[in-house]
């Protein structure tokens, strides 16, 4: 089995719906995501994908989020803006454009100390 990483960072503004303590109010965080892709065949060039184009399709992810107020935003206005959810977005999203390959996990920090993993 074959794994490749990219990371990318993006800055935004939440609040949690639902929850009391401090991440009731409006704050913010300057996310870190990584995406994981695995499988068991390269291709002709002996990759299993392209860096440049995962990294590509993360910042065009990323963008839609990149300062807003996540909460304003689809799917954020109906569900909570959690770190979990953020990541099966940024998965859900990604996986969109990349002509059958597989994102293996999605990793969100809010913190340098704090992340939530989706793995779909």
């Known amino acids: ?3 490749i990483c990219v990371e990318h960072t993006f ?3 939440h609040f949690l719906r639902n929850y009391y303590g401090k991440c009731e109010n409006l704050h913010g965080h300057n996310y870190r995501v990584q995406v994981g892709m695995e499988g ?3 291709d002709e060039a002996g990759m299993l994908f392209d860096f440049a184009r995962l990294k590509e399709r993360l910042r065009e992810t990323s963008s ?3 300062h807003q107020n996540l909460n304003e935003l689809k799917p954020f206005d109906e569900i909570n803006p959690s770190a979990e959810n953020i990541a099966k977005f940024i998965c859900e999203d ?5 002509d059958g390959a ?5 990793r ?5 100390t ?3 993993i989706y793995r779909p």
Do not use: P, R
Request: cysteine-free; hydrophobic content about 50%.
């Open 40 to 42: 068991v065949e390269l």
């Open 11 to 13: 800055a935004a503004a």
């Open 102 to 106: 597989k994102i293996s996990y999605v």
């Open 1 to 3: 089995m074959f794994e």
């Open 64 to 66: 839609y989020l990149d």
């Open 114 to 116: 704090s992340y939530a």
């Open 94 to 98: 990604m996986q969109k454009g990349l």
């Open 108 to 112: 969100v920090w809010e913190t340098d």
